[in-house]
C-alpha cells in the first residue's frame, strides 16, 4: 500500500483543509454509514460470534489509516455474505475468523498477481453502473423490509415507531434541499438520547471496561466451515463491490479534489483488514461503494470525516467494549432505517450518468469531457447504443436485486454484454473465412 510522500503530504493537505473549513459536513458525514455498521455488528456481538470491543478497535483503526492513505471517505463495512451466514447459522468465532481470513488471503493474491486490475479492465460500464444501482436498491428493500416495516404506528416504543420514522424522511428529504443542515448528525444524536434513556430505563447503562483482547485459533473443522459456507460466497460480493465499484465510485465523486486510489490499493487495504484484525475477534470488512455514496450524501468529502469516526471507535471500543451491547441494540429502527434508505438512494443515482460523460468509458474512449458528470455527451451514443447500455444495467440490476446475489446479477449482466456483441463476432468471422483467414 506504500505511497508517494508527496501524495501523503497533498492528502494531509487536503484532508485538514476541508475539516477546518467544513467540520459540520465532515463530521455528519462520517456518520452516515452508521446505519449499515451497527445492525450487523450488534447482531454478531449479541450471538457471541465477534467480539464487539475488537470490532470497534479495529474497525476504528482501519477508518484512521483509509482516512490517511487514501483522502476519502472510504468506509469500513461488515462482510455481508459472511455475515448473514453466520448470523443465520450462528456461527462461532472460530468459524467467522477462518471465512475473513480466507477471504483476505484470496483478495491478497489477486492484488498482488495484478487479476483484479484486469478484472476492473474488462467489465464493461453498464454491469459496473449496474452492481452499484442494485447494491442501492437492496439496500433500501432491506432497510424498508426488515428494520422499517416491522415497525407499528406507536410500538415497539415511544422511541421507536413509524412516526419517528415519517419524521425523519420529512427531515432528510427537507435536508436535501438545504444540504447544510448536518442531518445524519442530528439524526443520531436523538437516536442515541433515546437509547440512553430506554437503556437507563432497563438498568443496563454501559460502564468503563477496558479492552481485553484474546486471540482466536480455528479448529480445522472451523477453517473448512467458514472458508467454504461463507468465505467462498463473499469473494465476489467483494470484489465487484467492495472494490471494482468503489473505485469507479470514487472517480465519480472525487475526480476534481483527490486523486482517487487504484484497484491494487483498494484490494492490499481490504486484504489487510481482515489478515490482522480476525485473529483478534474483530468482524470480517470491507470497503463498500453503499457506504461511500452514504458519506458522501451526508456531506463527507475528504478523509477527516473517516479519521474522526475512527478515533470515536477507537475511543469507544478502549474504554466500554462489550457493555455497549444493551445500549445499541435500543436504537431506535425508526432512524437506522432512513438513514439506510438514504444511503441506497444516493448510490442508486450514479445509474443516471450511464449514457454521459459521467460513465468513464464514455468519457476516455469516445472523445467526451471528462470530469463534468453533469454534462450530457450529445451525438455521441446512437439511439440503438444508450438502449443497449440501458437494457445490460437493467439485467444486471433486476438479476441482482431478484436473486440477492451480486455475483448472479454480474454473470446475467455480462451474458446480456456479450449477446449483444454475437452479430460483430459473426460478421468478423465470415470476413476472415472470406479472406482465407480463418480455415478449419
Known amino acids: 500500500m506504500a505511497m508517494p510522500a508527496r501524495s501523503l503530504r497533498e492528502i494531509s493537505r487536503h484532508n485538514l483543509h476541508t475539516f477546518r473549513h467544513h467540520y459540520v459536513s465532515e463530521i455528519s458525514g462520517s456518520l452516515g454509514d452508521l446505519g449499515t455498521f451497527l445492525p450487523i455488528a450488534i447482531a454478531l456481538a449479541v450471538n457471541n460470534t465477534v467480539s464487539l470491543a475488537s470490532t470497534l478497535v479495529f474497525s476504528g483503526v482501519y477508518n484512521i489509516l483509509t482516512g490517511l492513505f487514501f483522502g476519502i471517505p472510504l468506509p469500513v463495512q461488515p462482510m455481508k455474505a459472511i455475515a448473514a451466514v453466520a448470523i443465520a447459522r450462528s456461527f462461532s468465532p472460530g468459524s467467522i475468523t477462518a471465512a475473513g481470513i480466507f477471504v483476505g488471503g484470496c483478495i491478497l493474491i489477486f492484488s498482488v498477481t495484478g487479476l483484479l486490475r484486469w478484472f476492473s479492465s474488462v467489465i464493461p460500464i453498464p454491469v459496473i453502473k449496474g452492481i452499484q444501482v442494485g447494491a442501492g436498491l437492496s439496500l433500501c428493500i432491506s432497510a ?7 415497525l407499528g404506528w406507536i410500538s415497539p416504543s415511544w422511541a421507536d415507531n413509524r412516526i419517528w420514522a415519517i419524521a425523519a424522511f420529512i427531515a432528510l428529504v427537507t435536508t436535501n434541499v438545504y444540504r447544510r443542515v448536518p442531518y445524519a448528525l442530528i439524526v443520531l444524536s436523538i437516536g442515541l438520547i433515546f437509547a440512553i434513556i430506554l437503556t ?31 468465505g467462498i460466497g463473499q469473494i465476489p460480493l467483494t470484489t465487484l463491490n467492495s472494490i471494482v465499484a468503489v473505485v469507479h465510485l470514487a472517480h465519480d465523486l472525487f475526480q476534481t ?30 470497503h463498500g461503494s453503499g457506504g461511500l455514496a452514504a458519506q ?12 474522526f469516526l475512527g478515533v470515536l471507535k477507537l475511543f469507544i471500543g478502549l474504554l466500554f467494549g462489550e457493555t455497549l451491547v444493551d445500549l445499541l441494540k435500543r436504537f431506535p429502527g425508526a432512524f437506522l432505517g432512513v438513514m439506510v434508505v438514504a444511503a441506497g438512494l444516493e448510490l442508486a443515482m450514479v ?12 468519457g476516455q474512449s469516445r472523445g467526451g469531457v471528462i470530469g463534468l458528470a453533469e454534462q450530457h455527451i450529445g451525438p455521441v451514443l446512437t439511439d440503438e447504443e444508450r438502449k443497449r447500455r440501458w437494457t445490460v444495467m437493467m439485467v444486471t440490476i433486476g438479476v ?13 449482466g455480462l451474458l446480456t454484454h456479450w449477446a449483444y456483441d454475437v452479430p460483430k463476432w459473426w460478421d468478423k468471422g465470415r470476413a476472415y473465412w472470406s479472406e482465407g483467414r480463418l480455415q478449419l
Open 296 to 307: 458522501y450524501h451526508f456531506g463527507a468529502r475528504s478523509g477527516a470525516s473517516v479519521i
Open 400 to 412: 441482482l436485486v431478484g436473486f440477492k446475489n451480486d455475483a448472479v446479477g454480474f454473470i446475467a
Open 144 to 150: 424498508c423490509g426488515t428494520i422499517l416495516s416491522p
Open 257 to 286: 479534489s483527490v486523486q482517487a486510489p487504484s484497484i491494487t490499493h483498494i484490494g492490499l487495504s481490504v486484504a489487510g483488514m481482515n489478515l490482522l484484525g480476525c485473529w483478534f475477534g474483530a468482524m470480517p470488512v470491507c
Open 200 to 230: 437507563a430505563l432497563a438498568g443496563s447503562l454501559p460502564q468503563f471496561q477496558i479492552w481485553h483482547p484474546w486471540v482466536t485459533i480455528p479448529t480445522p473443522n472451523q477453517w473448512r466451515v467458514g472458508s467454504v459456507d461463507a
Open 351 to 362: 445509474g443516471e450518468s450511464l449514457n454521459t460523460s459521467g460513465a468513464r468509458d464514455l
